[in-house]
Each structure stands twice: as structure tokens, then as C-alpha cells.
């Protein structure tokens, strides 16, 4: 069945993926908060920055929280039969006008998130430098042997 045949219950479901990733980038960044909140809040003056870094982690579960309530809600109304659309009622207009904002911000998000990703990589490489470093200084790795 193509998008053209589905029922609106059934695109809602299929589209649950978008709640259920979101949800999951959300909820494993707001765990990175609460670890850095306790790595920074064992310093001395990291009372403040580890109990800001826990609201956002908060929050940014409460987003993950919501998002799986908004999936599975989707996904609910897969069996939902197909109800009459009166298309007098439809202002084509006002659709697409809504639509071309929807996939602007789309795409912007998009781009937000791939711009992070290479933050989030030149990050790692930075960490997996510093750290080889460290283990070089140390000795070597058990998992640099051939």
C-alpha cells in the first residue's frame, strides 16, 4: 500500500519513527548531563554548573518522555478505518503554505543536527587523541598488541 492509499491513522503510525529516534537522541544525551554533572560537581564551585547541567538533563528527558507517549499514540491509530474527508473543507492554500514551513524547518533541524554530529565527532577524535596519548605515556593499551 502506497502513501497514496493509506489511511491517515496508518501514515501517523509509520511517521512514529521521527517521536521514537528524537526521543532516543534525547534521552541518551540528557544521561551524558547527569554524568557530567556528577564529574563536574565533585570540583570545588561545580555546585552551580552540575545543578543547571541536571535541570536541562531534566528536561531534555521530559522531551524523550513525551516523544515516546507522542509514538505510541501514533502507532495506536494504525487499525483507525478511514473517515470521510470533505475536500470543500480542505483550503489547499493554507496546506501548502503549512507544508512548505514544515519541510523548511525540517531541513533546518536537519542541518542543526548533522552540524552537532561533526562537533560530536571532532570531539571523540579529540578525546581518542588525548587518551592515546595518556596510554602511550603509560605503557601501550592491552588492545594495541598484534
Not at 535541570?55 to 509514538?71: C, G, L, M, S, T
Amino acid at each position: 500500500m502506497d502513501a497514496e492509499e493509506m489511511t491517515c491513522g496508518q501514515e501517523m503510525a509509520a511517521d512514529a519513527e521521527v517521536p521514537e529516534k528524537l526521543a532516543r537522541l534525547m534521552s541518551h544525551v540528557s544521561s551524558n548531563m547527569e554524568s557530567h554533572a556528577r564529574w563536574v560537581g565533585t570540583g570545588p564551585g561545580g555546585g552551580r554548573e552540575r545543578d543547571s547541567l541536571l535541570v536541562v538533563a531534566r528536561e531534555y528527558q521530559a522531551i524523550a518522555d513525551a516523544a515516546i507517549r507522542a509514538a505510541s499514540a501514533m502507532k495506536a491509530m494504525k487499525d483507525i478505518p478511514a473517515a470521510p474527508h470533505d475536500p470543500s473543507r480542505l483550503d489547499r492554500g493554507q496546506q501548502a503554505l503549512w507544508m512548505r514551513a514544515k519541510i523548511e524547518m525540517q531541513t533546518e533541524l536537519a542541518q542543526l543536527l548533522l552540524e552537532h554530529a561533526v562537533a560530536s565527532k571532532k570531539g571523540l577524535a579529540m578525546m581518542e587523541m588525548m587518551e592515546g596519548a595518556a596510554e602511550g605515556a603509560a605503557g601501550g593499551t592491552d588492545y594495541d598488541q598484534t
